[in-house]
């Protein structure tokens, strides 16, 4: 099981900036035999959970479309800590973050019910 503590978030006027970090733990072990894949996901008040942002073992990414172009997800094997560049933040880009981690290998990286482990998640919140 990996256990993941994400931190970073906070309060920000549109079009400011914020980086999101995600501490993993539990999984050292593992991760030069598996393949795995770890992403950021958002939930809003009222919405359904959605994928932002997910990283593979490669270091190959992926982005939902509403932040291609805005945020950059990125990873410190050597620190085993994630990281989510937000630039150009939105109103709309208000929710709690997550971050999620997945041991194997999926054709759906930025699908919720891929994942196993979650973190507890940082609030975001952007101000118009």
């Known amino acids: 099981q990996v256990q993941l503590v994400e931190s970073g978030g906070g309060s920000v006027q549109a079009g400011g900036s914020l980086r999101l970090s995600c501490a993993a733990s539990?999984?050292?072990?593992?991760?030069?035999?598996?393949?795995?894949?770890m992403g950021w996901f958002r939930q809003a008040p009222g919405k359904e959970r959605e994928g932002v942002a997910a990283?593979?073992?490669?270091?190959?990414?992926s982005y939902a479309d509403s932040v291609k172009g805005r945020f950059t997800i990125s990873k410190d094997n050597a620190k085993n800590t994630l990281f989510l560049q937000m630039n150009s933040l939105k109103p709309e880009d208000t929710a709690m973050y997550y971050c999620?981690?997945?041991?194997?290998?999926?054709?759906?990286?930025?699908?919720?019910?891929?994942?196993?482990?979650w973190g507890q998640g940082t609030q975001v919140t952007v101000s118009s």
């Open positions: 999620a981690a997945l041991l194997g290998n999926t054709g759906r990286p930025l699908s919720t019910h891929e994942y196993n482990d």
């Open positions: 539990g999984y050292t072990d593992y991760r030069y035999y598996y393949r795995y894949y």
């Open positions: 990283i593979d073992s490669d270091g190959s990414t």
